[in-house]
């Protein structure tokens, strides 16, 4: 930012000394007879060093107050004989500093100097010279299951408190359209819903989400599902992909939960996530199930996005965690223990078992999944979510 040095005086020719000693500073000073046309020149300047001479004209004490209040970014010396000097009333009037006159140099490039260094310091608290960053777009984690009842809504609840514990702004979403439980068990009633965003804004201002968001006392904010199943289907892919991209503005984390199916609406949340976490359970049926989900998501190019969560992890005649890995083709990215009495408590409660069992082992291993991932959490700053049009998923799925 450039830096501007000014003068007010009546007489230009009673202030050489001070000129000279200002150029020797590698400044030049503008002066001026009339005070509007120092505020004219102020009003344009970015930042500026003022010289104030003692006139009959005016109080050089009232006017410096008026111009510090008025300019910000600016550091006044007043220039005053010694007779009239009180540094007591040209501290409160705002002055960096004052100089006697007649003018000593030493004098006046210690004032100068010193005037330059408080005026840069006020513009560079004020209006730095590098722009602060964008806030980058936040993670859009998606929790997928290939089965109901394998667990993917107790772990999209729980982790996303534990990711709020760590000081994350968290927004969940409910795609499970039909029979979506988020609120439930966040002990939560919601007014509006998903389907009344889609109803009373799509068609208005899109990304107004304010009214339909839910706020539950862990922080956590949460966009319900439709109360009455035949609601879902006003949803489409092109409302979900809109939203997705709303929620990554306003949060640091987005969480997505899916119905078990691969229907449109959850296809674009895969679609638009950075992490997949596909929840399994030691039983043949899930491990087939999630065998053919792995195999379509890799199909459609999302494979690399997948982590493997194994839910309700027990000891299983024939079954082990080496056996999982083989049979799906990847590792266990997270092992979550089965402790049922405290899961069915918590989500009788309404209470997500990280809050009111938190050194519970099934709650440490939702609190050590959630910081592997943010361990592991990518740059967004530079990422692009790709726009997916509607039905485009559902054709590459068909396709295949």
């Known amino acids: 930012m ?12 009673s202030v050489t000394t001070v000129h000279s000693a200002v150029s020797r500073t590698g400044n030049s000073v503008h002066w001026y007879t009339e005070a509007n046309e120092l505020q004219d020149q102020l009003s344009f300047s970015e930042g500026a060093v003022v010289f104030l001479k003692t006139s009959l004209a005016y109080n050089a004490y009232e006017l410096c107050r008026e111009l510090s209040a008025a300019y910000p970014y600016i550091s ?3 220039l005053v004989p010694a007779e009239e000097l009180d540094l007591k009333k040209a501290m409160h009037a705002g002055a960096i500093d004052a100089v006697v ?20 310091l006020k513009m560079a608290r004020i209006q730095p010279d590098t722009p602060e960053a964008p806030k980058a777009d936040g993670r859009v984690v998606t929790i997928c299951g290939t089965k109901g009842g394998v667990g993917k809504t107790t772990l999209t609840v729980n982790l996303a408190v534990a990711f709020s514990k760590s000081n994350l702004k968290v927004g969940v979403l409910d795609l499970d359209l039909q029979f979506g439980d988020i609120t439930i068990l ?20 899109r990304g107004n989400l304010d009214r339909y968001m839910i706020r539950h006392s862990s922080g956590v904010e949460i966009l319900s599902a439709p109360l009455r199943p035949e609601f879902a289907e006003v949803v489409t892919g092109e409302h979900v992909g809109i939203i997705i991209g709303e929620l990554r503005r306003r949060y640091d984390l987005v969480l997505i939960d899916t119905p ?8 674009v ?9 596909l929840v399994a359970s030691v039983d043949l049926p899930t491990l087939k199930n999630s065998k053919l989900c792995i195999e379509t998501l890799e199909s459609l190019g999302m494979k690399d996005k997948i982590k493997l969560v194994l839910n309700r992890d027990t000891k299983i005649d024939g079954i082990t965690a080496g056996t999982v890995e083989n049979v799906l083709g990847m590792p266990i990215y997270s092992r979550i223990p089965s402790e049922g009495k405290v899961v069915v408590a918590s989500v009788n409660k309404g209470i997500p078992f990280v809050l009111s069992n938190p050194r519970s082992a099934v709650a ?8 592997k991932l943010q361990s592991q959490q990518r740059s967004t700053n530079k990422a692009s979510v790709k726009k997916v049009p509607k039905k485009s998923m559902l054709a590459r799925l068909l396709t295949r």
Request: aromatic share 8%.
């Open 2 to 13: 450039t830096l501007h040095w000014f003068g007010l005086v009546d007489n230009v020719k």
């Open 76 to 78: 006044i010396v007043l």
């Open 186 to 205: 966040f002990d939560s009633q919601p007014k509006r819903t998903i389907y009344e965003w889609v109803k009373e804004e799509y068609e208005h201002s």
């Open 260 to 267: 078990p199916s691969l229907v449109e609406t959850g296809l």
């Open 101 to 120: 006159l007649p003018s000593q140099e030493a004098e006046v490039i210690q004032a100068a100097r010193e005037a330059e260094s408080a005026v840069r």
């Open 269 to 277: 949340a895969l679609d638009n996530s950075a992490d997949i976490l």
């Open 364 to 371: 440490k291993s939702v609190f050590s999944c959630a910081a």
